[in-house]
């Protein structure tokens, strides 16, 4: 596991979100916006390193079942009485993985009768899961079920391929390389020490959204951490992503469709080029209907229902992926038609007129990315966990605003070439 002229009345003139920054003697990270028209609290506890892409080699998903355990009961209180306490306080706990970090959240009302018992909870998940033999084996059966399902889908099929060639040595490919055998002989010993290593409170980030101010929210972050150790054994750093050849993999598969993605790692949460290859991304594929790929591919040709492109900002080079389905007959033309329109944006860059478009709705959608306490929530973590400024949220549509033509072309120019993406065609024709 992540926008906005209609004019500038959509530009904020002063910090349109007060974050509050700061960091305990542990080295915990606690990003704070304290907003009191609602007596609601939502807390998410992200643990830098823990995420999926150090699951490893062999396709556990270690880092994936040590998550969703912290919430299937503690030491004190077994799966159901753990949810029956949820019920009872009437609060929401979830806990996950996305690919640098693992996490776990909390929405409660602001009250003491409810949100001291709801961080209580909270702790024991963190400090004292319950890791019970009959529920891990549960998970690793449906983590099977589910691998096996998903490996009838093409979609799912091309993407675990091309990210393989885009990360064959790299964490970022650790998810795609999850096996049956890898997840059957992952044990709870595995896991145990997994959450040993990775979960430490110097590598913690804690967002609080709600009807807290700075002192509530540090005495709460004190009593919810409480019990972890002060430092995780494991580091948090992910290595830079190597350039290696493209190549292109044709996959067998069943079915009239033939899936192509062409993918490369590219962009980084802190890139000096973020918003240009941002922009870009929307006007080249990020758009829907206004997109270049979709005018030409499906539009002009009829090759496809929908194409589309995508950016995943990451620690290191995250990939710019796209992605499309055609009859099988047509692949070769399809493919040559997106080779096409991608060299032609490099070349010309934006039009005026597509840059325009992209800033109304960049600009003019960017207030709705924020507008409730849990969507900000997920602001809020990602700012902490990447490292990215307190302002990073007012200056995402003033940085967009800024931009020309000329800018997204030269960026566009200087860190993508054509020739660099990987591409699997998944239902190739013999």
Known sequence: MLGFTLSALFLPTAQAVDIQRWHTPEGTQVLLVSRHENPIVDIQIDFKGAGSAVSGKDGSEVAEFTAALLTDGTHKLDEEAFNARINELAVEVASGTGGESAYIRLRSLSNR?????AVQ???QALTQPRFAPEVFKRRQRQSITALKQNETDAGFIAGRAVTLLNYP????GASAKTNEAGIAKVGLGDIRNFHRSRY???????????????HQAEILVKKVLNGLPDKAAATTAVPAVPPHQAW???IPFAGEQAQIALSLPLITRDDPDYYALIVGNYILGGGGFDSRLMKVLRDQHGYTYGASSSLSPAAQAGPLTIGFSTKKASTNEALAAARKVVAE?????????ELQQAKDNLIGGFPLRFDT???LLGYLSVIGVYDLPENWLDNYPKEVASLTAADIRSVWQRRVKPEDFNVVVVGAEK
């Open 169 to 172: 040595d790299h964490p970022y």
């Open 200 to 214: 430490g409170k110097n590598n913690a980030v804690v967002a609080v959204v709600g009807d807290l101010n700075r």
């Open 113 to 117: 009768q409810n949100l001291q018992p």
């Open 345 to 353: 944006f490099i070349k010309q860059g934006p039009t005026e007129e």
């Open 373 to 375: 306490n849990a969507k």
């Open 121 to 123: 909870l909270v702790n």
């Open 248 to 250: 292109q993999q044709n």
